[in-house]
């Protein structure tokens, strides 16, 4: 099981450490709220935590807790522009449906 | 923005949190600005319309039908104005809104949010009854 960057997501994940200054890499989690009952939640993460697994993809660390990842396995982080905005979108192998942005899915 | 799209059968539509309740249009002060407009977004707009290389532009914010709670908020860059625009200016920039889509911004403020997550213009609107994950869409 594992989860991966697009290079765009890295780059985005590598100067976000940079200008923040600290940091080992991403951390991935998913927490249960937002329309279709889980969402995304991303933090930098200075070190790993016993419960974490350690992915690296790109070029960039990747943390997830053991618990999160069966509902993420396979999940691909992009970092895209949509008009105005932008932000990591995630595709996920596992999400059944998927709401607004795409931080909120069902498994 | 993408919108709703719910893609299984297990009907995990997204439904959302709190129920419409057809709350009247708030009605504006006298002298009022129709939206507040943000420092966050005055100096991402100029940024902005400086690496366009144009600042004449104006950002158009509007409202289409769509979105998991029936309506989501467009954003663009546009030169041109419409006969029913109205438009705000703040600082050196400006922003237009069609009447149709005032109707559903009145009394909004608009901010620019740079986090891990992403960048996004956001808009915190009293007339929304819900809105729906990254609030991208909400229902009145």
Redesign the interface.
């Known amino acids: 099981m594992s989860i991966s960057v697009t290079p765009k997501a890295a780059s985005q994940i590598r100067k976000a450490l940079a200008q923040r200054g600290s940091g080992v890499g991403l951390r991935v989690a998913v927490k249960t709220s937002g329309c279709s009952g889980y969402a995304y939640a991303l933090e930098f993460a200075d070190a790993p935590s016993p419960q974490d697994l350690s992915f690296e993809s790109e070029g960039v660390q990747l943390l997830v807790d053991a618990g999160s990842l069966p509902m993420i396995d396979g999940t691909q982080l992009d970092w895209v522009r949509e008009g105005l905005n932008e932000g990591f979108k995630f595709s996920n192998p596992n999400a059944s449906a998927t709401c607004g942005c795409g931080e909120s899915f069902a498994v | 923005?993408?919108s709703?799209?719910?893609?299984?059968q297990?009907g995990?539509?997204?439904?959302?949190?709190l129920p419409a309740s057809g709350l009247p249009m708030p009605t504006l002060a006298e002298g009022a600005e129709p939206m507040q407009i943000s420092d966050a977004v005055v100096s991402k707009v100029s940024q902005?319309l400086a690496e366009e290389g144009d600042p004449a532009l104006c950002?158009r914010i509007f409202v289409t039908g769509g979105?998991?709670s029936g309506f989501q908020y467009?954003?663009?860059?546009d030169d041109a104005r419409k006969d029913d625009d109205i438009r705000v200016e703040r600082g050196p920039i400006a922003v237009l809104v069609d009447a149709m889509s005032l109707q559903y911004l009145m009394g909004a403020q608009i901010d620019y949010e740079d986090k891990?997550?992403?960048?996004?213009?956001v808009i915190r609107n009293p007339n929304a009854s819900s809105t729906?994950?990254?609030?991208?869409?909400f229902s009145v």
Do not use: D
């Not at chain 2, 467009?74 to 860059?77: D, E, L, M, P, T």
């Open positions: 923005m993408s709703c799209q719910s893609q299984g297990s995990a539509s997204c439904t959302p949190s902005m950002l979105g998991c467009g954003f663009a860059f891990l997550e992403g960048a996004r213009f729906c994950g990254c609030g991208s869409s």
